[in-house]
């Protein structure tokens, strides 16, 4: 059985994030601005070839299936932006005040960038598995969960609006 829901998807092409911000950088802009601006949504993040795809973690998705889950089929997805690259979250944290930006790649390559608001300013780490650190606990892991559970998911755009299809 085949379920549609419809997703709000901000495509950024990827020749519009700078090279020596990259990736990474640009999504703990995006996390320390949240902290600046108190931004409350989480969104998760698929980097295409082409584009990085920015999709509002909407509550309908999680009723629909976990986070684990959505996020493992958010792998197997192919757009004109590209085949999935890297999928990733960029939100608020269960500590209060926290946000976290956390990315992994198709290899278990994985990076995550966490930050508080301390004054002015604002206080952050940055992790990965390059540097030889472990996987947080809770994220990540989804690329094999796709293989082990046969998970595909599509996506589609309607519009001004793309569906994903499980």
């Known amino acids: 059985m085949s379920t549609s829901l419809p997703l709000q998807v901000r495509s950024l092409p990827r020749a519009r994030i700078s090279a ?20 409350r949504a989480g969104r998760v993040v698929v980097v295409r070839t082409d584009s990085v795809d920015l999709v509002a973690l909407h509550p309908a998705i999680l009723q629909m299936m976990t986070l684990g889950r959505f996020m493992a089929g958010l792998t197997t997805t192919v ?22 930006a956390f990315l992994e790649w198709s290899d278990s390559r994985w990076w995550q960038w966490r930050g508080r608001a ?33 998970l595909r998911m599509s996506m589609t755009r309607t519009g001004t609006e793309q569906r994903v299809s499980t």
């Open 118 to 150: 301390v004054g002015d300013g604002v206080q952050a780490l940055e992790r990965s598995a390059v540097q030889g650190d472990p996987m947080p606990d809770r994220l990540g892991r989804w690329w094999r969960l796709a293989r082990r559970s046969n």
């Open 79 to 100: 757009t004109a932006g590209g085949p999935v690259e890297a999928v990733g979250l960029v939100g608020p944290e269960r500590e209060g005040g926290t946000r976290m």
């Open 20 to 39: 020596d911000e990259g990736v990474t950088g640009h999504l703990a802009r995006l996390a320390s601005q949240d902290l600046q601006t108190s931004e």
